[in-house]
């Protein structure tokens, strides 16, 4: 204090200045410190859960312990592949379902390039929600009547979007089994044969008995197999070989 | 004061969780093509109809986007008290209430099917949308003080 009193007004206030300057940048680094802080932190936190949603997005997806199906055959079944064959690709499927659309490619080369090593069957799991799935079934099964089914089955897969949310799907159906050279008055008897009805919900139903709950399902000798790709697809139909 | 900064960090939490979800979607689109068809639930009918994509992107991907930059002005306000921010979080969130509000109509109405993450979606965005007015109350209050003083 006595120091200060030596000290002239000029002095004083020249040393309040330094003091009040020192706090200020004390205080602005505080505040840059706190700042680079907050920023990390949010920007560690959006990275890294954007990392973490896409492994999420693109684990394979364990199916874990999955009850074993019945296998068997039914002589009614649609199937296509090596009769002989011990492995047994089931799909259950729905003509109205985007994501068994997206299968479709697949299955089919599969099937070209592998189809000696299993027997591939379709079975109808069309879901409530798509009105037009029903009726995309009855068309493929009036198809398979006349021995056309596979071909139907890939044309109403191809053309899905023209179908899909239209009213008059019968219609653009019946084009299709035109295109195909069908008998078009069997064609016509057949689409509302109860027989065909019945065969769909049957289908439906045994999906539901084997715990299916979304489409395309499959099942490999039984097993729920959850294949993301084609190579996932050979890799497991290549295991079940031995 | 207090009030406000906790208001502030809760439009932070529920604009990252909004991030989180549409994140979640815009990912699952570009990686899966589709969502597998589940019984009783309408996702993939909702993600693949003709209103999930504007200007040939998914729609989820401008939810990502929103709710980014919700993200970032709340914690850049957070951080800064910048005035123009505090007026971003006041008003802006009106418009993501109102596409959600929309989204909503167009799934129950048109495409009759909801979407689990297009409804999360919605509700932070109306969770965003409450919050702001509570800004904008306590905002004009903090002036009301701050003429005073």
Same mark, same amino acid.
């Given at each position: ?10 002095? $004083? ?17 505080? !505040?840059?410190? !706190? ?7 949010? &920007?560690? $936190? ?5 990392? &973490? $949603? ?127 050279? $069908? ?7 057949? %689409? ?30 039984? !097993? ?19 | ?66 709710? =980014? ?19 971003? =979080? ?17 799934? =129950? ?34 002036? %009301? ?5």
């Amino acid at each position: 204090m006595e120091n200060n009193q030596n000290l002239s007004k000029k002095e $004083l206030y020249e040393i309040n200045r330094v003091a009040k300057k020192n706090a200020a940048e004390t205080a602005a680094k505080k !505040k840059r410190a !706190k700042s680079a802080i907050i920023w990390s932190v949010v &920007g560690l $936190l959006v990275v890294g859960s954007v990392f &973490g $949603l896409i492994i999420l997005a693109n684990r394979s997806s364990d199916p874990g312990p999955s009850p074993i199906i019945t296998t068997a055959v039914s002589p009614d079944d649609l199937t296509v592949g090596n009769k002989d064959s011990k492995n047994i690709l089931i799909e259950y499927s729905d003509f109205q379902c985007p994501a068994c659309k997206a299968y479709h490619p697949l299955v089919k080369q599969l099937i070209k390039e592998h189809g000696q090593e299993f027997l591939f069957v379709y079975r109808h799991f069309p879901l409530p929600q798509h009105a037009q799935a029903k009726p995309a079934a009855y068309a493929s099964e009036a198809a398979a009547n006349q021995g056309k089914f596979w071909e139907m089955h890939d044309m109403i897969f191809d053309k899905q979007t023209d179908w899909a949310e239209k009213g008059n799907a019968d219609e653009i159906f019946r084009k299709y089994a035109e295109a195909l050279k $069908l008998d078009m008055t069997k064609y016509d008897e057949d %689409i509302s044969l109860p027989a065909i009805e019945n065969k769909v919900s049957d289908q439906y139903k045994s999906g539901v008995a084997n715990f299916v709950n979304s489409t395309p399902t499959f099942f490999l000798n039984g !097993k729920k197999i959850q294949p993301r790709s084609y190579e996932d697809f050979v890799k497991l139909i290549q295991e079940a070989n031995g | 004061m207090d009030r406000q900064r906790l208001i502030v960090i809760v439009f932070i939490v529920v604009s990252f969780l909004g991030f989180l979800d549409a994140s979640y979607l815009t990912i699952e689109h570009y990686q899966n093509a589709t969502l597998p068809c589940v019984i009783f639930k309408g996702c993939e009918q909702v993600t693949t109809s003709a209103y999930s994509k504007v200007f040939g992107l998914p729609l989820a991907l401008y939810g990502a986007a929103y709710y =980014l930059f919700m993200l970032i002005i709340s914690v850049f306000y957070f951080d800064t008290k910048n005035e123009p921010a505090f007026k971003i =979080l006041k008003y802006v969130p009106v418009t993501g209430f109102l596409a959600s509000a929309y989204f909503v109509y167009l799934q =129950l109405f048109v495409i009759h099917a909801l979407c689990t993450y297009c409804v999360i979606s919605a509700i932070t965005s109306t969770t965003l949308f409450i919050l702001s007015f509570f800004l904008t109350y306590l905002g004009s209050q903090v002036d %009301i003080s701050g003429q005073r003083t």
